[in-house]
C-alpha cells in the first residue's frame, strides 16, 4: 500500500549521504510511495520544512558530496517539548515512516521521538566515524579513509623531504576505525586510537624505541603517527611537549579536520547507500520499526535502533594485529 516516506540527515555529515537519499527516492517512486526530505536534520521536524523529493531532484546526485537536505544539529528536539512538538509535525505531515541516516547521536535522536510519535522509524547508518554497532561499515566511511589516506600521502613527502617527524591527527570522535585503517593504508609508522592506547607514559615510551630503532636502521627518516582525536590528552599540542621532552624537536603537527568529511563518495559508499536505502524502502509498511538497516558480510540486516549505541562495535582484529606488529616489532 502506498505510505508517504520521509527522510532526513542529521548529525555529522558523511560522504554518500546524497547517493542514499537518491536510492530511496528511485524505491519509493517503484513502490509508489510519496517521499518528502525534511532539511536540516531534526531542525526540519521542529519548523515543519520539508521538500518533495522527486525522481528529478535526486538526478545525478549518486557522485556528490555532502547533503541536500543539509544536515545539522538541534538541541531543542533532545527535550520532550522538541520531540512533541516534532510528533505533531509529522501527523500535520502525514507522514507514516520516518528515515533518518545519520550517526549513533541521530539514532538516540529516533528512538527519543518513538515515545512521542507511532509511525514507523528507519535509521540508516551515515557517519565517517564507523562507530555504530550491527553494521560492518556506515556510508561515508571509505570515502573518509581513502581522504585521510591521500592527505597522508602528501604529508608523507614533505616529512620525507625534511625528515622530520609528523604527527597527523584524525577525526573519529570515541573510534579508532578511522585512524587505524588511515594510518594501514599510508603506512604511517604508529598509530594511537582510543581501542589500545594504554597511557601517555607507555606509549611515548613505544614511540620513543621505535623513532630510534627506525633511525639506527636507515639513518634520519620521516616518522609519520596518525593520531585519533579526543585520545592523547590535550591533543597534538600534548604529544608535541611530550616527544619535546623526550628530546625529538623536529616535529610538525597536521589537523587533517573537515576535509575528512566532503569529498565525492567512493564506490564502496556509494554501494552501502544504494543498497541500504533500497533495502530501507523495502520495509516501509511492515510492522519493522525503531530499526536500524545495515550490512553484514555484504547483506543487509535490521538491527534494534538501541543496540547501534548501547553495544560497542570492535575494531578488525587482524588489522589491529597487524598495525601491532608493524609499530612495534619491525625495527627491534
Ligand atoms: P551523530 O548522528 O553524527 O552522532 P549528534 O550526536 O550530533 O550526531 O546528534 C544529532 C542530533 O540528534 C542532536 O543534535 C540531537 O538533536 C539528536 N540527539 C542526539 N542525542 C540525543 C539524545 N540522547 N536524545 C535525544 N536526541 C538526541
Same mark, same amino acid.
Given at each position: ?20 537519499? *537518491? ?64 510528533? @505533531?509535525?509529522?501527523?500535520?505531515? *502525514? ?31 551515515? @557517519? ?27 604529508? *608523507? ?161 587482524? *588489522? ?13
Amino acid at each position: 500500500m502506498s505510505k508517504r516516506v520521509a527522510i532526513l540527515t542529521s548529525g555529522g555529515d558523511a560522504p554518500g549521504m546524497n547517493a542514499c537519499i *537518491r536510492a530511496v527516492a528511485i524505491a519509493c517512486k517503484g513502490a509508489g510511495h510519496e517521499l518528502v526530505g525534511y532539511k536540516h536534520g531534526y531542525n526540519g521536524l521542529l519548523e515543519q520544512e520539508f521538500i518533495s523529493l522527486s525522481l528529478d531532484s535526486t538526478h545525478n546526485l549518486i557522485q556528490q558530496g555532502g547533503t541536500v537536505l543539509h544536515s545539522a544539529r538541534c538541541k531543542a528536539f533532545a527535550s520532550i517539548e522538541g520531540a512533541n512538538c516534532a510528533a @505533531t509535525n509529522l501527523r500535520k505531515a *502525514r507522514i507514516d515512516t520516518l528515515i533518518v541516516i545519520g550517526g549513533d547521536g541521530s539514532f538516540r535522536g529516533a528512538s527519543h521521538l518513538s515515545q512521542f510519535w507511532d509511525g514507523q522509524i528507519i535509521g540508516i547508518p551515515g @557517519t565517517i566515524d564507523n562507530d555504530i554497532y550491527g553494521t560492518d561499515a556506515t556510508i561515508g566511511y571509505y570515502t573518509a579513509i581513502d581522504t585521510a589516506m591521500s592527505s597522508i600521502d602528501k604529508v *608523507r613527502d614533505t616529512a620525507d623531504a625534511f625528515e622530520r617527524i609528523f604527527l597527523v591527527e584524525v577525526m573519529g570522535r570515541h573510534a579508532g576505525f578511522l585512524a587505524l585503517n588511515a594510518a594501514l593504508s599510508s603506512a604511517s609508522d604508529y598509530v594511537i586510537v582510543p581501542e589500545f592506547f594504554v597511557s601517555e607514559k607507555h606509549d611515548i615510551e613505544l614511540i620513543i624505541k621505535q623513532i630510534k630503532a627506525q633511525r639506527a636502521f636507515k639513518g634520519t627518516v620521516s616518522f609519520i603517527i596518525v593520531v585519533a582525536e579526543n585520545v592523547w590528552p590535550n591533543g597534538l599540542a600534548g604529544l608535541t611537549e611530550a616527544l619535546n621532552q623526550h628530546g625529538i624537536d623536529d616535529v610538525r603537527p597536521v589537523t587533517l579536520g573537515h576535509v575528512q568529511r566532503g569529498g565525492s563518495p567512493v564506490s564502496q559508499d556509494r554501494l552501502l547507500a544504494t543498497t541500504l536505502g533500497e533495502y530501507a524502502v523495502g520495509l516501509v509498511g511492515s510492522t519493522h520499526t525503531n530499526i536500524m538497516v545495515g550490512e553484514v558480510n555484504q547483506r543487509p540486516v535490521m538491527v534494534p535502533l538501541e543496540e547501534t549505541w548501547s553495544k560497542t562495535k570492535a575494531l578488525n582484529e587482524a *588489522r589491529v594485529s597487524t598495525m601491532k606488529t608493524l609499530m612495534n616489532e619491525r625495527y627491534s
